[in-house]
């Protein structure tokens, strides 16, 4: 059998290209609640904290940092597929639970919930076109991944703020949840095969010395995985940061709905069709450039965002935030994927993941209790800020030859 397995993109198309369109249905159901949340808290549940109504990210972001990590530990033990395919099972119930909560505390466990099917659908699929590539196109194929999810995240942002603003915040919007979950799960229980032998074929050659302490040399100890783990830590920070604030933001400043959905919807729509470009570029060109120069410009564009009130201002800042978010993106997977061996590559990654979307959980917190006690004006200066300093680590810490 193991004679019949090869490494590569073009011979392994049709997985890859299942677990790309299921990737994008694992983006969709994010983008259901992207444009439309802080509005769906206050109508619906007289919510008008920003501390809580960007709890929901919170509840999110812890949740989804610790089922990346698992799945990271399981994804050898139990097979990617068996994992991607209990992450769908979990998605099933949410758009559910917010047509019908009762109350807020639902709503947060809907992102609970939604929060562990993130981690186990998104990181099952990158664990596993990473086994099917190897390591030539390694950069091409995160770019791919991400590009499918980030899409969707963009293009279901989108039509949720449009179906929103045409016939209602709720419960129209969640029917694409609905839809979405529904197929992925189709999907994956009909075609998607394990990769696990994949990792075995390429273990037999590679020679990337092993790790004695996986977690922490991820998260501290390795200069060029610690670089990168703070790096995704802050960018998924300030993303969580934009995910609660910008429709606050734009809500203060009178758009509507639909201007709304256009604005959010630019950032993860852009950083999408741009890591289509940006994966192959990590395969070709210095890592450690393009995740300097990405973070630095996410850090200037969010600076950017309080002196900006047009449309199409906001519009371009939003435009180069999604720039800066594509250059980092796929080049973390491919980096981590480069810097250890076959066998520890699906838990370095889940220790990535880990904190790469605790940032979610410290962005929302940091921003809605800074949003709340000196305006949201000095939650965008400081998580912006903090992109920069993160954007100098990279710069000061990580090896040159990356």
Do not use: C
């Not at 399981?74 to 097979?79: E, I, Y």
């Not at 630095?296 to 800042?317: E, H, K, R």
């Not at 939003?318 to 720039?323: D, P, R």
């Amino acid at each position: 059998m193991k004679e019949n397995i090869k490494l590569g993109l073009k011979e392994n198309w049709k997985q890859f290209t299942l677990l790309v369109v299921l990737n994008a249905f694992v983006g969709g159901m994010i983008g259901m609640e992207r444009s439309i949340f802080p509005q769906f808290a206050e109508l619906e549940f007289g919510v008008a904290s920003k501390t809580a109504i960007l709890s929901f990210i919170t509840a999110f972001g812890i949740t989804k940092a610790i089922a990346n990590y698992y799945t990271g530990r399981l994804a050898n033990k139990f097979g990617r597929r068996n994992l991607l395919l209990f992450g769908w099972l979990l998605a099933i119930p949410i758009p559910f639970i917010l047509i019908y909560a009762p109350n807020w505390s639902f709503v947060i466990l809907a992102n609970v919930l939604l929060g562990i099917s993130q981690g186990l659908t998104w990181s099952s699929t990158v664990v596993m076109k990473i086994d099917l590539v190897g390591e030539k196109d390694r950069g091409f194929a995160m770019g791919l991944n991400e590009f499918a999810g980030y899409f969707a995240v963009g293009i279901v942002a989108f039509l949720t703020g449009y179906i929103a603003n045409t016939i209602g915040i709720t419960p129209y919007p969640f029917y694409i949840g609905i839809v979405i979950s529904m197929v992925g799960f189709i999907l994956t229980a009909l075609w998607v095969k394990d990769t696990r032998v994949f990792v075995h074929k390429e273990s037999a050659t590679d020679s990337t010395p092993q790790l004695d302490n996986v977690f922490l040399e991820t998260t501290f100890k390795n200069k060029t995985l610690s670089s990168v783990t703070q790096a995704g830590l802050v960018n998924n920070l300030n993303d969580g940061m934009i995910w609660g604030l910008l429709p606050i933001v734009l809500l203060s400043l009178n758009y509507n709905n639909e201007n709304i959905g256009i604005i959010t919807a630019i950032y993860p729509t852009v950083w999408g069709i741009g890591q289509l470009f940006t994966g192959k570029m990590s395969d070709h060109y210095s890592k450690k450039a393009m995740l300097f120069w990405g973070m630095f410009l996410q850090g200037i564009a969010i600076l950017l965002i309080p002196f900006s009130n047009d449309f199409y201002v906001l519009a371009s800042i939003s435009a180069i935030l999604g720039l800066g978010t594509a250059l980092v993106y796929p080049t973390f997977l491919s980096t981590i994927a480069q810097a250890t061996s076959p066998r520890q590559r699906a838990e370095s990654i889940g220790s990535f993941r880990l904190w790469r979307d605790l940032g979610y959980a410290f962005g929302a917190v940091i921003s809605g209790i800074t949003a709340d006690l000196f305006g949201v004006e000095y939650a965008i200066f400081l998580i912006g800020g903090l992109t920069i300093v993160s954007s100098l680590i990279i710069k000061f810490r990580m090896p040159e030859q990356i």
